[in-house]
């Protein structure tokens, strides 16, 4: 394989992986709108915009018209049918009673319920200390009104902070990056899954608005399994489409639940 079809291909898998993360853009516009965020709708749009400038590129059209080229020339359906016959099949489940959502789902939420009072600003570093202490593979450094949360061989992540009304932490911005990254507070992940990701905490974030940031650290230590987690809803540990592991994670009364974006059926995200 030469450098030139490498790198073409390289720029469509990362095409691929910004268009799966899109899924969630509408109900994040609506559920930001609605909480009076027009800072955060206008930065959803510029990621919008800029996938579809992404997608128009030079580069990007020219890696399509060698696909298409490739494709015309090699004649064969590139097992088309099987991914007919695959949504077929789902639709097929879809009509029957297995395919309804039991009540069941209507009853997790994205963050575990709080069993303990939120941290205040003053007991953060005791707190963070007492974190270090007791947990193996996740630490936290405190820096001014930022967190950085270390998960052991999976990924860094940066909570910016600030306090509530009555004092307590609350994490107002979050960043994931990939474990071997070096990573920036403000920056973004070069990798697909930490931007989906990303993106996900960060709805979170807003849609939970009023939980702890013990829950909030909870729910990041959970992804310490993001590339070997099952979803519950297709069984499978990446997408069929995007090729992205579970970045949605709900939390089902005694456990975490793992789900794939595209798997997701209902709720905010």
């Given at each position: 394989?030469?450098?030139?079809?490498?790198?073409?291909?390289?720029?469509?898998?990362?095409?691929?992986?910004?268009?799966?993360?899109?899924?969630?853009?509408?109900?994040?516009?609506?559920?930001?709108?609605?909480?009076?965020?027009?800072?955060?709708?206008?930065?959803?749009?510029?990621v919008v915009k800029g996938i579809g400038e992404a997608g128009v590129s030079e580069s990007v059209q020219g890696a399509l018209q060698r696909a298409r080229e490739s494709l015309d020339k090699d004649g064969s359906s590139l097992g088309t049918e099987h991914r007919q016959e695959r949504r077929k099949r789902r639709g097929e489940r879809a009509a029957t009673p297995e395919g309804y959502v039991n009540e069941d789902r209507k009853r997790t939420s994205f963050v575990r319920p709080a069993t303990e009072e939120g941290v205040k600003m003053e007991g953060l570093g005791e707190w963070a200390r007492e974190f270090n202490r007791t947990h193996d593979k996740s630490k936290l450094r405190i820096r001014e009104r930022l967190l950085r949360l270390t998960v052991e061989d999976v990924m860094t992540v940066f909570l910016g902070i600030g306090a509530s009304a009555d004092g307590r932490v609350r994490v107002e911005t979050i960043r994931a990056f990939g474990a071997r990254e070096k990573p920036q507070a403000h920056g973004e992940s070069g990798y697909s899954?930490?931007?989906?990701?990303?993106?996900?905490?960060?709805?979170?974030?807003?849609?939970?608005?009023?939980?702890?940031?013990?829950?909030?650290?909870?729910?990041?230590?959970?992804?310490?399994?993001?590339?070997?987690?099952?979803?519950?809803?297709?069984?499978?540990?990446?997408?069929?489409?995007?090729?992205?592991?579970?970045?949605?994670?709900?939390?089902n009364g005694s456990g975490w639940d793992a789900e794939h974006i595209g798997c997701v059926i209902e709720g905010p995200i």
């Open positions: 394989m030469t450098e030139a079809l490498k790198e073409q291909i390289g720029k469509l898998q990362e095409l691929q992986g910004r268009i799966q993360g899109l899924r969630a853009v509408p109900a994040h516009v609506f559920q930001t709108s609605r909480l009076g965020g027009t800072g955060k709708v206008a930065e959803e749009l510029e899954v930490f931007q989906q990701l990303t993106q996900q905490l960060g709805k979170v974030v807003e849609v939970e608005s009023g939980a702890t940031l013990q829950t909030i650290v909870e729910l990041v230590e959970s992804y310490d399994v993001v590339f070997v987690a099952r979803c519950v809803l297709c069984g499978r540990v990446v997408s069929s489409e995007g090729h992205v592991p579970c970045v949605v994670r709900r939390w």
